[in-house]
Antibody, heavy 115, light 106 residues
């Protein structure tokens, strides 16, 4: 069965970076694009960007350009989302989600940015 | 960028009620739209894709309709487990955008 297992919760200080992982299993890793979506506490869903695992090409949301980097490691079927220059507004649950429109989602990773 | 305007932002309903949620796209997106249900502390769950196709395993009381700029999610007879937040998502072009969400409450 398809599974997307994300890394654990993180607490970071403003200005730091965070790297969240998403390990995929149960399907051919390179067949589906992977999106990253975040949700601030009590807020709606925000699309962050997408990566094509077959070639590594990416498209990012304009507001995150320059701060977000999505990568993949095909040998381990793992995707990564790194967000730099963290600010308090980046406090959110971060999800990886497979396919377009996404069908399977990871369990979410809470990233807390606090001094 | 394509904006998705979802309404209402919240609604109160009773078990057995028929519920309708609407999303309007700022420009035509064909049928490139999905609907999601999210319960507190959980990841979103896809209910509908391609505007009107029911995701496998989702009860038939959920249905989607529309094309172009106007889309609707209907729950024909609300059940206790349906109290949740619902979001539309367009995937016609990048950036993808979600509607603002609808919270369905008792």
């Amino acid at each position: 069965q398809v599974q997307l297992v994300q890394s654990g919760a993180e607490v970071k200080k403003p200005g730091a970076s965070v790297k969240v992982s998403c390990k995929a299993s149960g399907y051919t890793f390179t067949t589906y694009f992977m999106h990253w979506v975040r949700q601030a506490p009590g807020q709606g869903l925000e699309w962050m960007g997408v990566i094509d695992p077959s070639v590594g090409s990416t498209t990012y949301a304009q507001k995150l350009q320059g701060r977000v980097t999505m990568t993949r490691e095909t040998s381990t079927s793992t995707l990564y989302m790194e967000l730099s220059s963290l600010r308090s507004e980046d406090t959110a649950v971060y999800y990886c989600a497979r396919g377009t429109p996404p069908d399977y989602w990871g369990q979410g990773t809470l990233v807390t940015v606090s001094s | 960028d394509i904006q998705m305007t979802q309404s209402p932002s919240s609604l109160s309903a009773s078990v057995g009620d028929r519920v309708t949620i609407t999303c309007r796209a700022s420009q035509g997106i064909r049928n490139d739209l999905g609907w999601y249900q999210q319960k507190p502390g959980k990841a979103p769950k896809r209910l509908i894709y391609a505007a009107s196709s029911l995701q496998s395993g989702v009860p038939s009381r959920f249905s989607g309709s529309g094309s172009g700029t106007e889309f609707t999610l209907t729950i024909s007879s609300l059940q206790p487990e349906d109290f949740a937040a619902y979001y539309c998502l367009h995937h016609n072009s990048y950036p993808l955008t979600f509607g603002g969400g609808t919270k369905v409450e008792i």
